[in-house]
Every structure is written in C-alpha cells, then in structure tokens.
C-alpha cells in the first residue's frame, strides 16, 4: 500500500509505521543506558538566574554568545536579549556545574529569567517557550511559580515542549504545595533523596513528584569563581537533566516519554526490587517529610 | 516601626527554635518591588524590625522570584552570605536557610534563618520545617495585607458615590454595613 503524502497517521496502513528494530525492556540497565556516554551532541538549556559563563568549574562549555535573557520592561512587557550576561546570584551556576559535572561534553545555554530585570513568572514562560522553539534536548527549570493566574499557559508550553521532543526536567517542592511547571506529567519533576551518589536516583511511584536524586550538602560552582556548600530540590533536577543529556547522547531521538521509561528503569530501587526483592521489605523509617511521603523504598519487585 | 504581631512573631521564633538557628526574620513583600521585615527574632534580628528593601536583592530576592527554598553554608567570610537583608547584620552568618511564603497569587514573603548555632549546615529537614511554617505566614501575611492598608475616608466617600451612581441598589445594601463598621471601629 502506497503511502499518501500528507495523509494523517491513522489513516496511513499499519505496516508504514512498523519499527524495524527496536530496544525492549529487558534492555535497559545503566550500562545500555549511559555507558561510555559523555553528553557529546546533546543541548541542555538552564533556565535560570543565569550562567557565570568563565567558571572554572564548567570548563568552557557553556555557549556564552547563545544564550538569551528576558527582562521586563517599565510598561510590564518581557522582552528577549539574546547573547551573553551574568549571573545575578550563583543558582544557575549551581545547576549548570551539576549537569556539567555528570555530562562533561554537553553543551549548556543559560537562559536568565531570574534576576535584577527580571524574575517574574512571565519571564519564566517567555525563557521556557524561548527554549523549546529552539528544541534544547533538555532543558532544566529549577524554579517554579505558586500563581494559579499562569497554570494554563505554563501548561501548554511544557505540552509544546514535549511534543517537539524537549526533556524538561523541574523541581519538585518537598512538601504538597502548589507550584507550576512542577505538577504537569509533560515535564519530569524530582525532588531529594538522600544519596551521595550523583548516579542514584529513584524513582517516586507516587507522583507529580517522579524521580528523587541528589540534592543535600552538595559543593556546587557559584558566582565569582567559587563554590558553595547547598542544599535543595533545585540541585536534585539537574542530576536527572545530566543523566538524560548521557542517555540522549548514546541514543538520539529517544522521545521524553521513552527517557521516562530508561529513567525508570534504571532507577535505584527499580533496579534492587528486580534484583532482590527480598531487600525491599527492609524499609526504614525515613524522618523526611518528602521521603515518608514518597514511598520511594516500596518500589515491590516486578519484570521489566 | 511596625507594631509586634503575636503570630508572626511566633513564627520567626518557632522557626529559630525548631532548626536551632541564630537569627530569623519573616519577610513581607510588597506590590511595589520591596519587601520589609514582619517580625524577627534572635539578638541581631530583634533590632532590624520594620526596615524596608529591595526585594530582588540576596537569597530572600532568589527564594521570592524562583519558589525554590535554599540552604547554603559557607564561611563567615563568604561575601555571598552577606547580601540583601544579611548585609546589615554585625556577625556575618556562615549558613543561610530561605523559605518562600506562597499563596496562589504568588509570594506574598519569605522565612529567612542565619546561623545554625553549632556551626554545621541547615539540613532538609529544616527546609521542611520551615516551608511548614512559611505555609502558614503565607495565608496569615495575606490576611493582613487586607487589613493593613483599609482605604481612608476620603477613598472610601469616592467608592460609595461612584457605586450609588453605578448600582443603586447594591449601594442602598452595603451603606448601612459600611455605618456600622464606621461607628463601631
């Protein structure tokens, strides 16, 4: 059967959309995912308080002409300004040094949308919808708003965003309280958990929260050159944008519901749970509020 | 100077108390870029009650524009620990916890605690504790930013006769309210 040009896919025979060879569950472990990946090829947008470009902790992999800045105007509109600038606190620093730190040869642009300028929740959308028009693969928003007023918008982007193919990773407050994009199932929100181990992360079976990774006591790079001690769900996002950028740089294309499901699959106590069941009746009585909540640990054994 | 409020001032010294901080200030902002100090509690806090700022500057400007509650720890030398309202303080804090108050209009302030007092870094569980009791300055802070700026008579004149012009009927309902309350404070 002759395909149609610009037929829709369901009116397109079955056979036309057939897969010649594709990965199965069983595939999947860290290995398969992320081995002997260094985030090569792969974009990762920070929408942030900016980037300190020159840190010695990124090692000149930030793209400093590319990046852009929204601030808002005297008369309340936002306005894009594309090239270079600052950052006003150290946080996007943080976040970007944490992805550079897990996918060393990934390309990083900093989106500001936090600063003396700006910081509004306009910015906020204006930087999201500025990244996914320029289909970032991942792009990381440690931020969030509580405004009710910006749900909707916010939702349509992160939904544009997903279905260009953009991997939009956010962070997760530790305890149920609004924020937004953080609740959308576009985006993959991750809160704490309480590892040392950049590459241990869990996955969370009760949502909007889907992933823990690390994110306390962290050294992280910060503005002037230097680094800080800190602590935040903010951190925990940009070890799992990290860990994606690995897996998108070993096999492109991946759309950011099958990195969900590599995600998931390698995630700590999916992993244990298929490895040793037994171990998961051992829970133990976290005193974190987010962990308790989180049931991170009663992830029970299933075939994957 | 603003005048002591009872539930604030529980919350900054639940908040000092319940993370073993030094210092702790509740932060209220306002529609026009700054925020001001609410209530404060530890040595150094008490004496910057009612003092206005910028509200985009240091961790309480971050925490305000981005949601995110932070912890950062460093050396009382650290400069970066030493910005927006910690900028006035005369012992410079090694550790910073900041917290925002968030209602679904947005932030309406910040829980900001310096120092831990044996040294050692604000933990997860502090950043639980104090968005538990940011929660609660949020919907307290919103109900006062009600009260506090009650329209003077001469707004309040203007309101009515416009409202009697546009909706008599609606006028005739609530002047009779509006009396009473006048009468009666």
Redesign the interface.
Known sequence: MAEIPGAPAWARSSALLRIKDSTTLEDLSPEWAWGGSSGAGVRVAILDSGVECDHPALHGTVDHDGGVEIVVEKDGSVREIEGAHEDDFGHGTACAGIVHAIAPQATITSVKVIGQRSGTAACFLRGLAWAAQRDFDVINVSLGTSRRDWALPFYEICDAAYFRGCFVTTAANNVQRTSFPSLYASVTSVACNLSSDPFRFHFNPDPPTEFLARGIDLEVPWRDASMIRSTGNSFAAPHIAGIAALILSKHSGLRPFQLKTVLWATAANVLEAHDAPARMSRAIPLRSLSLRGSAAFNVHASSR | MTTPDPLFDALTRAALESTAGRDAWLLAADEHGYVHVAAASGDEAERMRGTRLSS?AGVE??V???????????STQ?L?LREGLLATLEQAPDSVLCV?C??????VGVLLVAGKQDGS?????D??II??LA?VAAVALSQRAGQAHPPGADELAAELTALAAADPSRYTRLAPFIMALVRHG
């Open positions: 985009s400007g971050f305000l524009a981005s949601g995110q509650p932070i912890a950062l720890s460093g650290d970066r925002a968030e209602q679904d209009e947005g932030p870094s604000f933990t997860l569980e950043i639980e968005t538990v929660n």
